[in-house]
């Protein structure tokens, strides 16, 4: 069973470049949500995805899009990243988007924009 | 902004040694969740405590939680060198169905 798998372990971006980060799950959890975590400022939340079809802002969208075509996948897109995305990404899933239903974390992507 | 904050922001102990962090937030909620976060990992969940309970145990871990004052505290019993890690609290910003918000964390190191 490997849970919420996360692809690229790492990367290095040239500033405006495009780059999806990967994320699936094979728990069958309506809920999915992308964190960056930063030195300082701990984990917050960038978009969520409360079933397959829907998706929510966060509380630092910006600069990030996503999309759930399906239960299983829930990719971050950066359209042009910028020095100030450098940070380690983690995508979580829950059964069900409620506050009663813990998160279960991806090993996390670390990037690095130049 | 962070729903929850924890306290201390760091915390170094002795093996054997009980290590408590606290957590306070803001708003009311529905429930509160710690987790662990070993270094370069991801975020593991440890325990939720509902709004209506007090006291909460698993294994060494003991939750408490006081809605009067908005806070809540993690003690670990007895620490191992293996409980060295950043514990987060995280609770819902507003209530309904909206997502978990975490703090910042309260790393712990706990020396052999």
């Known amino acids: 069973i490997a849970g919420i798998t996360q692809a690229p372990t790492s990367q290095i971006l040239a500033a405006g470049r495009r780059m999806t980060l990967r994320c699936t799950q094979d728990?069958?959890?309506?809920?999915m949500y992308w964190y960056r975590q930063d030195l300082g400022l701990g984990l917050r939340l960038i978009h969520y995805?409360?079933?397959?079809?829907?998706?929510g802002k966060g509380e630092v969208p910006d600069g990030y899009s996503v999309s759930r075509a399906n239960t299983d996948d829930f990719p971050l897109t950066l359209a042009s990243a910028v020095p100030s995305q450098t940070s380690v990404y983690f995508c979580?899933?829950?059964?069900?988007?409620?506050?009663?239903?813990?998160?279960?974390f991806g090993p996390g992507t670390r990037l690095t924009v130049l | 902004s962070q729903q929850g904050e924890e306290d201390p922001q760091a915390l170094s102990i002795q093996e054997g040694e009980n290590a408590t962090m606290n957590c306070s937030y803001k708003?009311?909620?529905?429930?509160l969740q710690w987790y662990r976060q070993n270094s370069g990992r991801g975020l593991v969940h440890l325990i939720l405590?509902?709004?209506?309970?007090r006291e909460k145990h698993s294994g060494r871990l003991r939750v408490t939680l006081d809605t009067s004052k908005k806070s809540s505290s993690l003690l670990i019993t007895a620490s191992r060198a293996a409980d060295t890690a950043s514990y987060f609290c995280?609770?819902?910003?507003?209530?309904?169905?909206?997502?978990?918000?975490f703090g910042k964390g309260t790393r712990l190191s706990v020396i052999a």
């Open positions: 995280a609770t819902v910003k507003n209530s309904g169905n909206t997502p978990l918000v």
């Open positions: 728990m069958r959890h309506n809920a």
């Open positions: 708003t009311s909620i529905n429930n």
């Open positions: 995805s409360n079933t397959a079809g829907t998706t």
């Open positions: 405590i509902r709004s209506n309970e």
């Open positions: 979580a899933s829950s059964e069900q988007g409620s506050s009663y239903n813990e998160q279960f």
